[in-house]
């Protein structure tokens, strides 16, 4: 599955935005899928992952629990990333990744089992 993020762009300190992830390809249901960021000057991180069906669990950091929120519309094949009061240093280009998994309760944190990328999208946060 090919994958593209959206919906990055500027804001200000408590603002929402929400990002998009389009995936391209069979199989969508089946994936496992995830939101990271990199901030500048740091490394990759991972911000939030939900698993894979329609009964999908979610998981996040602890730097976004309570304020962001991963979900996904299995019949438009989209993963969505609903951020809430956002903060300055959730600065960074957010990447969405996927893999397919066997496992209904598969999800990782690392970024390494990860096989599919998007290309990732902008956000920064003014204080």
């Known amino acids: 599955v090919q994958l593209q993020a959206s919906g990055g762009g500027l804001v200000m300190a408590g603002d929402s935005l929400r990002l998009s992830c389009a995936a391209s390809g069979p199989s969508f249901i089946m994936y496992g899928l995830a939101w990271f960021r990199r901030a500048p000057g740091k490394e990759r991180e991972f911000v939030a992952a939900?698993?894979?069906?329609?009964?999908?669990?979610?998981f996040y950091s602890d730097s976004v629990n309570g304020r962001f929120f991963i979900s996904k519309d299995v019949d438009k094949s989209t993963m969505i990333l609903q951020m809430n009061s956002l903060k300055p240093e959730d600065t960074g280009v957010y990447y969405c990744?996927?893999?397919?998994?066997?496992?209904?309760?598969?999800?990782?944190?690392?970024?390494?089992?990860?096989?599919?990328w998007g290309q990732g999208t902008l956000v920064t946060v003014s204080s």
């Open positions: 939900i698993t894979r069906g329609y009964g999908a669990s979610r």
């Open positions: 990744a996927g893999s397919q998994s066997e496992g209904l309760t598969w999800y990782s944190t690392n970024e390494s089992d990860y096989l599919n």
